[in-house]
């Protein structure tokens, strides 16, 4: 709820944002926040690959998604990729996460 409250809920950028994908090893764009109902949408989508102790704040651009984890950690969900490959780790926290988005060209 205080994501939604302080932030705003499908909120997108004016200009590019974009965070460190440890994966690609490169700079990767974050398309937008979710809404409340983009959020109900993804967890039905993805019902199937999401973790249930994980949850979705954000979308690339590319539908895959962006994830916070019950311990705080962010990790990005490959939407088409295999169940056992799908997800994997890009910030250890929230914090981390948000305090490392920046300007992208």
């Known amino acids: 709820a205080w994501w939604w409250q302080h932030v705003g809920a499908g909120a997108q950028f004016a200009e590019p944002i974009v965070y460190f994908d440890p994966k690609a090893g490169e700079d990767v764009l974050l398309g937008w926040l979710l809404s409340v109902d983009e959020v109900r949408q993804a967890i039905d989508d993805y019902e199937e690959s999401l973790a249930p102790h994980r949850f979705p704040i954000a979308n690339d651009g590319g539908d895959n998604l962006l994830l916070v984890d019950r311990d705080g950690s962010v990790h ?6 295999l169940l056992d490959r799908n997800t994997y780790p890009i ?15």
């Not at 910030?91 to 305090?99: G, K, N």
């Open 76 to 81: 990005q969900h490959l939407h088409d990729a």
């Open 91 to 105: 910030a250890d926290s929230f914090e981390s996460f948000v305090l490392s988005l920046r300007r992208g060209e």
